[in-house]
């Protein structure tokens, strides 16, 4: 009997293996769209699982002060990055595969929230992001894993870096963005007036400095806003930021901006980058919410992102993909292709250095 159920047990594991191997192997356009095809888990519902890298989306756009509709932009950016799997996932400009190397990657999917009330979501996606940095990184427990959000509005920053300010102490910022998001409140003239409604996508920055975040090396890369005054680069001096204008990169090169870059944030400290689509030129970026003329190309973007791969990332996003606005999937495809060049510096730099992380904190909380 014993031997008759070990010989059922193996055949039971060749049946397996053969439908595998019949039906096992899909096209890029077929199966579930998670991001890049990666596995896939409601990461907040099974705290058990366990990796090092994670896409997560956070669907809310109720903080726009123009066009709405980043809350569908998480599974615009995963439909558009179909073509990217472990199989093609060789990034030949880092000569590096994030897929097939030594970290977990997967696919955390949403975080669910609320389009009711902007108090609540807020208080939702703080909880969340606290959650999920309170696990541990596969290969590395001393350290939590690293997600690369995929918003969403830009507002969506923020509890991101409330959670990870508890890990890493206060971080630098680096910041692709036409606009300056370092607003105050009170640069949107109101008689109605509240806390909440002082949150929004184009001052979240501003609040993070308030709240003591961010450090004093932070870039914004890519600016070409409309403004006030000179006032508002005055305010954003005085929150300790370097601007890198859009019209930077043609005019002094795109070496300039790796260097100026590399020059303001420390290698060796923790760092978080930041992809607002709109820094693209409104023709590669259409679907967004907020578009400003004489942006970057892509592929000057990607240029950028690779040149400064050796920044110590402990959390990202790319955000403001307000699909109903794109165009053939275009500024989808390219806010995925950010996701894709964000995973790789990510995993092409390692995990995260504990010591990096007790020395930085000592240096900030002292």
Known sequence: MKLLLTLLGILQVCIATDLEEKWGSLWQFQGIATFA????????????????????????????SYRPGARFGPRAIRDASQRQYSLRGFNHR????????????????????????????????????????????????????????????????LPHLRALKKHYGRLNVLHFDAHLDTWSPLKYPSFWRTDQNDLNHGSMLWQA???????????????????????????????????IEADDIWLKGPQYVVDKILETIPKDSP????????????????????????????????????????????????????????????????????????????????????????RTIEIFES
């Open 37 to 64: 095809h990666l596995e896939h888990t409601q990461c907040l519902v099974n705290p058990k699982e366990s990796f090092d890298v994670a896409v997560i989306g956070v669907p809310f756009d109720t903080a726009v």
């Open 94 to 157: 880092a000569l590096f595969n994030p897929y097939k190397s030594w970290a977990k990657i997967i696919d955390c999917g949403d975080i669910p929230v609320t389009p009711m009330d902007n108090h609540l979501a807020f208080k939702q996606m703080d909880i969340a992001f606290d959650e999920l940095l309170q696990r541990s990184s596969a290969n590395d427990s001393r350290v939590p894993p690293r997600y690369v959000v995929l918003g969403g509005d830009h507002s969506v920053l």
């Open 209 to 243: 400095h308030e709240e003591g975040l961010t450090t004093n090396r932070n870039v914004h890369a890519g600016v070409r806003t409309k403004l006030s005054g000179i006032e508002d680069y005055q305010d954003d001096d005085a929150q300790n930021w370097v601007r």
């Open 271 to 358: 760092t978080y980058l930041s992809v607002d689509i709109d820094v693209l030129d409104p023709g590669f970026a259409s679907g967004t919410g907020t578009q400003e003329s004489g942006g970057w190309l892509p592929r000057e973007l990607i240029h950028i992102l690779r040149g400064v791969e050796e920044l110590t990332i402990v959390g990202a996003d790319v955000v403001e993909v307000a699909p109903a606005y794109d165009v053939s999937e275009v500024t989808a495809t390219n806010g995925a292709q950010m996701a894709f060049e964000i995973l790789t510096s990510m995993v092409k730099k390692g995990n995260v250095d504990k010591n990096i992380v007790d």
